[in-house]
């Protein structure tokens, strides 16, 4: 594995974290590769026990891209925050196939429109990424949550 990887690897974790820091809702889908996307929210103790259930999944690009239309569309009723993810310890490896295995944890903060501030979740990502002409998608990205009691109904992707 090259450090030029690795860097890549992390612009594309930092691309996606701002993007939705930013709220460019319309921006996310673009960071999954459209002929096969898996994106899944799990909770820790239902991925250790290698139940299947997911807290929230989308298996297709489609799927993915209509997780933020209500988003774009400002029409869900939740509690609107401002987030702030911070992804740390990322590992990259190179799969046989050609495809990228990376691995990293991810915590995100939330303050409300009075300052309040908490956090919203603690967990870790699990990748399979694929190289796409100069950049990277997200052929698979499952995020393995800590704190699996996560408010807002996860109106918002992590």
């Known amino acids: 594995m090259s450090a030029e990887l690795q860097q890549r690897?992390?612009?594309?974790?930092?691309?996606?974290?701002?993007?939705?820091?930013?709220?460019?809702f319309s921006d996310w889908p673009v960071f999954f590769t459209p002929e096969a996307c898996d994106?899944?929210?799990v909770s820790r103790e239902n991925f250790d026990a290698n139940l299947p259930a997911p807290l929230m999944g989308c298996y297709t690009h489609g799927m993915v891209k209509d997780r933020v239309a209500m988003l774009i569309a400002d029409s869900l009723t939740y509690q609107k925050t401002n987030q702030r993810r911070y992804v740390s310890n990322v590992r990259v490896d190179r799969r046989d196939d050609g495809t990228i295995e990376a691995r990293s944890n991810l915590l995100v903060m939330q303050c409300d429109f009075e300052g309040n501030l908490s956090t919203y979740m603690v967990g870790r990502c699990e990748d399979v990424i694929v190289e796409r002409g100069e950049g990277l998608t997200f052929n698979r990205r499952t995020v393995i949550?800590?704190?699996?009691?996560?408010?807002?109904?996860?109106?918002?992707p992590l």
């Open 145 to 156: 949550v800590d704190s699996f009691s996560i408010d807002n109904v996860l109106a918002v």
């Open 9 to 24: 690897v992390e612009r594309l974790f930092f691309d996606y974290a701002d993007t939705l820091d930013q709220k460019r």
């Open 39 to 41: 994106y899944r929210i």
